[in-house]
């Protein structure tokens, strides 16, 4: 079973960039695969980002395409979500989800696939 924390989340202006951080404690990270959902106040959680098992394969919404990165680094057992050029409309509360998956190059965007989730970090962007 895996634990996970999200931080580096604030209160940032439209145009501007945070990096969000997932810390996932417990054996073989590696195994996991990653993805990021966020969730607006009065709307249902939503996909952002997912990354496979070995980095080799990510996938985004089409809202957030070429403005976030999501990345790992399975020796520190984190995930990594940077948000660039953000507007009012990512305003939301950005979870971390993790599947132990045996395939080492899917991703998964759908969040009924994923089985551990954080507890989410607000991201809150100003115009």
């Known amino acids: 079973q895996v634990q996970l924390v999200e931080s580096g989340g604030g209160l940032v202006q439209a145009g501007g960039s945070l990096r969000l951080s997932c810390a996932a404690s417990g054996p073989r990270f590696s195994n996991y695969a990653m993805g990021w959902f966020r969730q607006a106040p009065g709307k249902e959680r939503v996909f952002v980002a997912a990354?496979?098992?070995?980095?080799?394969?990510?996938y985004y919404a089409e809202s957030v395409k070429g403005r976030f990165t999501i990345s790992r680094d399975n020796a520190k057992n984190t995930v990594y979500l940077q948000l660039n050029s953000l507007k009012p409309e990512d305003t939301a509360l950005y979870y971390c989800a993790a599947r132990l998956f045996g395939d080492t190059r899917v991703v998964l965007g759908r969040d009924r696939q994923y089985k551990y989730w954080g507890q989410g970090t607000q991201v809150t962007v100003s115009s």
């Open positions: 990354i496979s098992r070995n980095d080799d394969s990510t």
